[in-house]
């Protein structure tokens, strides 16, 4: 039985870190490609831009968080290197948030 929680418990580590990533990799993606591609085409996008950051920021803060407690929760070997990893990710995160609420409170 105990052998059974353990690996579910480090399934759902690695799950939570894949989805962790996934999130962070969309808001790059649409922050940082999509929407500057598209911003000379739609101008409404600008607007939205920064909202959009903070959501899908947060969002991948909160996963990444829920991806650190499993990864205690079942003891992994590498829960010290992950958590620096998402303690150094968090701050970037927290900084892209930052900008963001500036671009927004400065329009």
Do not use: Q
Request: hydrophobic content about 55%.
């Amino acid at each position: 039985m105990g052998d059974v929680v353990e690996k579910n418990a480090i399934v759902g580590a690695r799950r939570s870190t894949t989805a962790a990533i996934v999130v962070s990799g969309v808001r790059c993606t649409i922050t940082y490609l999509v929407i500057p591609i598209l911003v000379p085409f739609v101008s409404l996008l600008d607007t939205f831009r920064a909202p959009i950051s903070i959501v899908l920021c947060s969002m991948a803060m909160v996963m990444g968080i829920a991806g650190v407690r499993r990864f205690w929760i079942a003891d992994h070997r590498a829960r010290w290197s992950y958590t620096t990893f998402i303690g150094v990710v968090l701050v970037l995160l927290s900084v892209a948030i930052g900008f963001d609420v500036s671009t927004m409170v400065s329009v």
